[in-house]
């Protein structure tokens, strides 16, 4: 089986990766990527030199290469991670989120409809989406998987499009595909401009924790590998033209999970309680900043049995334990373009 991810030198793309590596030595993994800032190939370092690992450094915005690539590796199934991730990013920037969020996914889309049009037995589209495509919830309720798109970013939209074409082109051309939408994932690789890494580093080096608006913002957060382990599980007994709801069971507002996160960091550098919590800064907020996000994740509980592994506490020591060790990673990731984003994102 020849299995295509993309963005696997991303953050949640390398840990779906080493486990699909390191679990299925009778598969072959390719990993596609454009390595643009958010991808680092020192995430994968460990096994890159598997005999069933190729890496393929390629742009999902251009349709021959990736016509190409299918023609020549001959695919069978895709598990398409690639994207720009970042919310503030997609703010300042919105065109290229839907490059490669939207125009990425047609050339892929494309190109497997192309390369697998007279036999699509054994072929799927897995397609990682977000809940943000849901928009926002109130105090209260879940996204279900019937929940209405209401997207309200540059990201979300993007994302929420590409999600809609994929679910067209299972409708009409009879693609087989997979969607899933996540909640927040959090863990070790993440590019430290997200809200847990991007503190924690801040916290290291004693600069200002920047919270948007009131702070009261909820999210849903789960361990990147459980996020990897639930598409493992999909990729093999997902249903057909199916979309899942992926979440943590696990909400936290933001201005709480930071001062947990300050508590933690004090002790860990041997710091005076209090100290980090500090640094917490009230800064101007997000525009169109969604207020909750909560997932139903019943149908992929009940229907699969998936549910989180890691508990919140577990999976912020692992986190906070592993940037703490990787202090060289997060200094390369973070030189040179990354500071001029921050010097703009923060002024
Ligand atoms: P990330 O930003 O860490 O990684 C994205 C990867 O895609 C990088 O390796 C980057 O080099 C690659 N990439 C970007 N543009 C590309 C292009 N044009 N061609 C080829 N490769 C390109 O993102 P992530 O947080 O790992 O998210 C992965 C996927 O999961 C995304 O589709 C995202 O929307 C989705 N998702 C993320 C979260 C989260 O909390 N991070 C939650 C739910 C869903
Ligand atoms: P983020 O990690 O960017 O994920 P998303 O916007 O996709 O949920 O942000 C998580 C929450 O943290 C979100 O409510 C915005 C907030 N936030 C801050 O308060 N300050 C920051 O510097 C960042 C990056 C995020």
């Known amino acids: 089986m020849n299995i295509l991810v993309t963005g696997g030198a991303g953050f949640i793309g390398s840990h779906v990766v080493r486990l699909l590596v390191n679990k299925y030595p009778d598969y072959q993994i390719f990993n ?30 251009s349709a021959k290469v990736i016509n190409d690539l299918f023609e020549n590796y001959k695919f069978d199934k895709v598990i398409h991670l690639a994207a720009e991730s970042h919310v503030d990013r997609s703010i300042s ?8 969020n939207v125009i990425g996914t047609m050339n892929l889309l494309d190109a497997a409809l192309a390369n697998w049009k007279n036999n699509f037995v054994g072929k799927l589209f897995y397609h990682i989406s977000t809940d943000e495509v849901y928009g926002t919830l109130g105090e209260t309720g879940l ?13 979300s939209a993007s994302k929420a499009s590409s999600d809609h074409f994929v679910r067209a ?17 959090y863990g070790p690789n993440q590019f430290p401009e997200k809200l847990i890494p991007l503190f924690i580093n801040n916290i290291v080096n004693n600069k200002s924790l920047p919270v948007y608006g009131d702070g009261n913002y909820t999210r849903d957060w789960l361990f990147v590998k459980d996020h990897a382990e639930a598409i493992d599980l999909l990729l093999h007994k997902g249903g ?52 909750r996000y909560a997932i139903d994740a019943g149908k992929i509980n009940g229907e699969l049995g998936w549910k989180p592994s890691v508990t919140f506490e577990e999976g912020l020591e692992k986190t ?18 990354y500071r001029e984003y921050y010097n703009e994102q923060y002024k």
Not at 32 to 48: C, M, Q, S
Not at 93 to 100: C, E, M, R
Not at 328 to 337: C, D, I, P
Request: proline share 4%.
């Open 169 to 185: 082109y299972g409708e009409t051309y009879g693609l087989p595909y997979i969607i899933s939408n996540c909640s927040n994932n």
């Open 93 to 100: 920037d919105p065109l290229v989120f839907v490059k490669t």
């Open 143 to 155: 996204f279900t998987e019937t929940t209405s798109y209401d997207p309200n970013s540059p990201y």
């Open 320 to 337: 906070i334990d592993w940037y703490l060790e990787h202090q060289t990673w997060l200094g390369n990731v973070t030189k040179g373009k």
């Open 32 to 61: 596609l990527d454009a390595l643009t800032y958010a991808g680092n190939l020192e995430n994968l370092k460990d096994i890159e030199s598997k005999s069933n690992y190729t890496f393929l450094k390629a742009n999902i915005n």
């Open 240 to 291: 057909i033209k199916e979309t899942y709801n992926i979440g943590g069971f696990n909400e936290w507002k933001n201005i709480e999970l930071v001062q947990s996160l300050c508590k933690i960091m004090d002790k860990k550098l041997n710091r005076i309680e209090g100290k980090s919590a500090d640094l917490i800064t009230y800064v101007k907020d997000r525009p169109g900043h969604d207020k």
